[in-house]
């Protein structure tokens, strides 16, 4: 595997010239693939960069997502926050046949492997005082 930052790989040649693939595009595949997953809270990057791009307004679809491309295969590293009372097992298994589907099917790439990194859990503590808000009102009403 080449680093992405070092090689953007030829995928393809035909007639009328040759096809690349941008390592960018495959991290925002598999961005894209890991949030439709119920039970991811968030997606989770460690990126300089990216925390000073998203402090300026810019979204960055590739948060929390690493990406190794060689000339046919890649290797998709992914840090995710999971809701509370999510199975994790079975949320990262969702995670790793959503973005391999995702990304073979878009690219044509061979997906070697999707290493799931669970990097917290997400506790919706802020919908559970506005519960218990109202349900103290409630209470003074009746």
Known sequence: MVEMEAYIPEYEHTDLGKIQIAPEVIEVIAFLA???????????????????AERFGKKNLAKGVKVNVGQ???????????????????????????????IENMTGLHVSEVNIHVVGVFMPT?????????????????
């Not at 009372?85 to 990262?92: D, F, L, M, S, T």
């Open 34 to 52: 890991t949030s439709e997953i119920k039970g991811v809270a968030s997606m989770s990057g460690s990126s300089f960069v990216g925390d000073i």
């Open 72 to 102: 046919k295969e890649a290797s998709i590293n992914v840090s995710v926050v999971i809701e509370f009372g999510y199975r994790i097992p079975e949320i990262a298994q969702q995670i790793q046949d959503n973005v391999k589907q995702a």
């Open 126 to 142: 802020e919908e559970k005082k506005d519960k218990n808000q109202l349900e103290e009102q409630i209470q003074r009403v009746r």
